[in-house]
């Protein structure tokens, strides 16, 4: 698995947290990817 397949995988897996959580209609669950789609095109680090 590549560095951004990992990435990806964990932004996917808390953006589903946060929709089990928030639920449909809460932004929260769009955070993690939209912060995966960022630092992948500014070729950052991921800050945990």
Known sequence: MTY???YFLE???DS???YKKKGAR????LKP???FVAE???MRKPVK
């Open 16 to 18: 589903f947290k946060a």
């Open 26 to 29: 809460s932004t929260a669950k």
């Open 4 to 6: 951004n397949e990992k």
């Open 40 to 42: 992948s095109t500014s």
């Open 33 to 35: 990817i939209h912060k």
């Open 11 to 13: 932004a996917i897996r």
